[in-house]
């Protein structure tokens, strides 16, 4: 933002380790936040095992890569609830 602000060059700035270097670490710190704040969510509604450790992994690897592994395995997830329901006896 400050580098809009000063009406600097943002892509230049990017190079050169300018103040956009900071806006987008700060946008990407909150993206990464938002991300941890799903992933504990909706581990824990599924009754996910291990939900957690893809926060951990994200410090480790990237949140570009952990998030889109836990909703691959969030749908692995949702798709073993639904055969279970549907394998349940009807009442």
Do not use: H
Request: charged fraction near 20%; charge should be positive; hydrophobic fraction near 60%.
């Amino acid at each position: 933002m400050w580098a809009i602000v000063q009406m600097r060059d943002f892509i230049g700035d990017l190079v050169n380790s300018g103040p956009a270097v900071s806006s987008i670490t700060v946008d990407l710190l909150i993206v990464a936040v938002a991300a941890c704040i799903v992933i504990a969510v909706e581990g824990r509604r599924l009754g996910m095992k291990r939900w957690w450790l893809y926060i951990v992994l994200s410090a480790l690897t990237a949140i570009a890569f952990t998030f889109p592994l836990f909703l691959a395995m969030r749908e692995r997830r949702l798709a073993a609830l639904r055969a279970t329901d549907e394998a349940a006896p009807a009442a």
